[in-house]
């Protein structure tokens, strides 16, 4: 803690510093994801892509493993300007900018293309553009695949398998709800003890993307991998408005061509760490189930209609998304 408060106070002063020389301003950019993470991957090609369009004039500086702070600490160095951007959860953005519960209704895309011609359209823009009242300014989405059902004893292929079965959520009320509505016992419990909490029967499983289930090693003590794909939460690339205010019309052109150039080889590197998470699992005897998706979708129905009772305002956009 000491160490990032120390760090901290040094990228105030270099933040406020290196913008007063007009040869070079720097952005500080920290995220809590591992440099192995194919997310990370993708912030190294907006690191690239910026350097080579602006001719070094706008430098990135990379801070990765959470070396200041969760994704909710780092936003909100975001706001006061300490900090020039990041990459977090669509999922924690919710706390800040209510748009973006949105992208965590279940079942809300029908597959991979139509969640990136949603992101990439006028919609996904929109809801970008939202965030800038708040000073947090979406620049792209990166693909952070879909998150499905682990457990270590009993196999999920129906849900009413969830059935007194105590899962592990994010601290997230559209994510305990899906659980609930399935039959399940959400239990949000911190992602560091979960390992711990599967191991020693706290929890009977978990849910989340391939590439975690693998690097978080909970693919060691979880024999079944229930591939219902019940959610699709994207990872946004953020800058703060404070330091976006302090670039050229030039400049600004040229962060949000690296930032929508990044996504899309981003998206690459997901889908090669999507495969190699799955092969990592089955060579460990993870036994990988595609059930019939519509059975868990049908389930989680009630999850829509309580969002819409307490964003009404939201309704037409959800409509407009299932549309599309």
Request: aromatic share 10%.
């Amino acid at each position: 803690m000491k160490y990032k408060i120390q760090l901290i106070a040094i990228l105030v002063i270099s933040f406020s510093s290196c913008n007063k020389q007009e040869e070079k301003k720097v952005l500080y950019l920290g995220h809590t994801l591992p440099q192995t993470h194919p997310v990370h991957k993708g912030i190294l090609e907006f690191q690239k892509a910026l350097t080579k369009k602006s001719g070094g004039t706008l430098e990135i500086r990379i801070f990765p493993d959470a070396q200041l702070g969760s994704e909710r600490e780092v936003l909100e160095l975001l706001q006061i300007g300490s900090v020039a951007a990041t990459k977090v959860s669509a999922a924690t953005l919710s706390n800040f900018v209510p748009e973006y519960h949105i992208l965590g209704i279940p079942y809300l895309f029908r597959s991979k293309q139509h969640q990136f011609d949603v992101l990439e359209g006028d919609i996904g823009k929109s809801i970008l553009e939202k965030g800038s009242k708040f000073w947090l300014r979406g620049l792209c989405y990166y693909d952070a695949g879909s998150r499905s059902f682990y457990t270590s004893e009993k196999a999920i292929r129906t849900p009413e398998d969830l059935e007194g079965l105590k899962i592990r959520v994010m601290n997230n009320q559209m994510a305990i709800n899906m659980v609930n509505s399935m039959g399940g016992s959400a239990t949000p419990i911190s992602y560091g003890e979960l390992y711990t909490a599967i191991q020693q029967g706290v929890v009977d499983g978990a849910e989340n993307n391939p590439p975690s289930f693998v690097s978080s090693n909970h693919y060691e003590i979880s024999k079944y991998y229930t591939l219902d794909q019940h959610s699709s939460v994207p990872d946004v690339l953020v800058i703060g408005t404070k330091f976006w205010k302090k670039l050229s019309e030039e400049e600004r052109v040229w962060v949000q061509e690296a930032a929508d150039e990044s996504s899309q080889a981003q998206k690459v590197f997901w889908n090669e760490s999507v495969e190699e998470s799955m092969n990592i699992a089955k060579k460990a005897g993870v036994e990988v189930i595609i059930p019939e998706k519509s059975l868990f979708a049908e389930k989680s129905k009630s999850v829509v209609e309580e969002f819409i009772k307490e964003f009404p305002e939201m309704a037409t956009i959800v409509t407009q998304i299932k549309n599309q």
